[in-house]
């Protein structure tokens, strides 16, 4: 899901050396620096990884002679995974992408296609450890999701996919309560894009003063508990990353820059921004 069509607005030194994905400002993970030696050449790489929402970026130390680099001991260059558009009202969308992509672009959430938003935010309880199923999409009885909890107890889940403007009411949260109560939940869980009024909160509060906690999340807490999942679900193969994103680059910096062309393939380029440098000086190239 990345590419190079936002690669000019994050072509930047600070983007590749930063310690916080630029997307979802998670803590990047440091792959600990590759050598490759090739002859008289020696590539020194370092990867940084996002669990979360995937973000990436190389950053490579080249020693020995290259042809655009020839008189410099030492030449650098760095290639930084960039945003791609996907379309979130299409409902075939893989939802690996949407969970990503919904880390890196919070705001697009509201575009979700509001089946697709409801799959995602069943795979999000799912990578907490919960049975998650999603309900079968016909008419709304309110419940959304049904989480299958210890003694046979369900947890009713409502998913509701508003703009930020359309607070939740009171009512919501007392018909919501009405559909756990009539489907044998023990307990509720309700899933907003947009804030809980005061009385909403109230509401919950007081259902739960009964003995039948309704549980209210909002974007925020949504957002947090996907970075959660999506890092306790990501298998990062350092292996596989060395040679994916390092051996790819070991060409790179022998003096060949080409044009980025829309819709390219990444896996076949590898840089987009390339610095040549001496010592601490490090220039970015047009
Ligand atoms: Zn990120």
Known sequence: MWDYAEANRITTLE????EECIFCHRHLLRIPSQKFVAGEKTLLAQ?????????????????????????????????IGSLK?????????????????????????????????????????SGLGWNARVTAYSGDDGIDIVLDGPDDKTIGVQVKRYRRERRIEAEQIRSFAGALLLNGHTKGVFVATSPFRKGAQNTARKYADFGYPIEL???????????????????????????????????????????????????????????????DFIEEED
């Not at 490579?60 to 020839?70: D, I, L, P």
């Not at 992408?97 to 935010?121: G, I, T």
């Not at 990444?266 to 001496?278: E, G, K, P, W």
Request: charged residues 20%; glycine residues 8%.
């Open 217 to 279: 999340i909002d974007a925020e807490k949504l957002l947090d508990a996907l970075g959660i999942a999506q890092i306790s679900s990501s298998k990062i193969g350092k292996k596989q990353i060395a040679s994916y994103f390092l051996r790819t680059g070991v060409h790179v910096g022998t003096g060949l820059h080409r044009e980025f062309s829309p819709g390219e393939d990444i896996r076949l380029r590898s840089v987009i921004l390339q610095t040549f440098a001496r010592g």
């Open 47 to 79: 990867v940084s990884i996002c669990q979360a929402c995937g973000w990436w970026s190389v950053y490579r130390v080249h020693q020995g002679e290259y042809q655009q680099t020839a008189g410099f001991a030492e030449s650098y260059s760095a290639t």
């Open 85 to 125: 558009e996907l379309d979130l009202t299409d409902i075939s969308t893989p939802l690996a992408e949407v969970r990503q992509y919904l880390l890196a672009k919070e705001n697009s959430m509201f575009d979700a296609h509001p089946q697709l938003f409801e799959n995602v935010v069943a795979s999000v309880f």
């Open 15 to 18: 983007a590749v050396m930063a």
